[in-house]
């Protein structure tokens, strides 16, 4: 069975620090997405990483994908308080859950000046 | 494209009564997703179709939720009857092929049920 888990699931920064959030999921999955959910709000697509290797960036936002480690890292730069919103990943199924998202709990990120 | 539309967008029933949420997905997909935010569970999938026809329902849980895709532009979930620990934000998400081009959630509809 697919598990994800994020770390860390509470994150408070400071304007202008760099951060990294991970994503581990327990097998076999190539195919990665993370999102961004403001309170109150629906889920916003941020990135796709479809294969080992991917790399894509937006803004001051950076998410990467090892299917050989299954990990996926999404890295901040310079962080600014519209940053601040929880985050998922999420990593397609395989098998019983085949085609399908398992989500991970949610990183809450809080920007401070 | 209007993206995935949900409705209604809140929902405050009595427990015991029937609840029928309803989703539009985007035309031209042909996945559909039903999940269930809890603070405490995080998001589950409940059920997924692909060309209107189920096929994982085994996060449903249990026989008083009920889900319905006629065509391949309408989706219903019912609970019934419902409960207090149903309150929750139900979204619907649909997805084109495998998915590789994401998979687009709808605003959700928030039901609290009392």
């Known amino acids: 069975e697919l598990k994800v888990e994020q770390n860390p699931l509470f994150l408070s920064m400071q304007e202008g620090k760099n951060y990294t959030i991970y994503c581990n999921y327990s097998?076999?999955?190539?195919?990665l997405y993370w999102y961004r959910q403001d309170p109150g709000k629906s889920l916003e697509s941020l990135f796709v990483?479809?294969?080992?290797?991917a790399v894509k960036q937006e803004g001051r936002l950076m998410a990467s994908l090892d299917t050989k480690a299954r990990l996926s890292t999404l890295h901040i730069t310079a962080a600014v308080h519209d940053l601040s919103a929880t985050y998922f990943c999420?990593?397609?199924?395989?098998?019983?859950?085949?085609?399908?998202?398992?989500f991970g709990k949610g990183t809450k990120l809080s920007v401070k000046p | 494209d209007a993206g995935v539309i949900q409705s209604p967008r809140h929902e405050v029933t009595e427990m015991g009564q029937e609840v029928t949420l309803r989703c539009k997905p985007i035309?031209?997909?042909?996945?559909l997703f039903w999940y269930r935010q809890t603070m405490m569970r995080g998001l589950e999938l409940l059920i997924y179709?692909?060309?209107?026809?189920?096929?994982?329902d085994s996060g449903m849980p249990e026989d008083r939720f009920s889900a319905k895709m006629p065509n391949a532009s309408f989706s219903t979930l019912k609970i019934q009857p419902s409960e207090p620990r149903d309150s929750a934000v139900y979204f619907c998400?649909?997805?084109?092929?495998?998915?590789?081009?994401?998979?687009?959630f709808g605003s959700g509809t928030r039901l609290t049920v009392v």
């Open positions: 035309s031209g997909h042909n996945s």
């Open positions: 990483l479809l294969s080992n290797g």
């Open positions: 097998t076999t999955s190539d195919r």
């Open positions: 179709f692909n060309n209107n026809v189920p096929i994982d």
């Open positions: 999420a990593a397609l199924g395989y098998g019983g859950s085949q085609g399908n998202l398992i």
């Open positions: 998400a649909s997805s084109l092929g495998d998915g590789s081009s994401g998979y687009t």
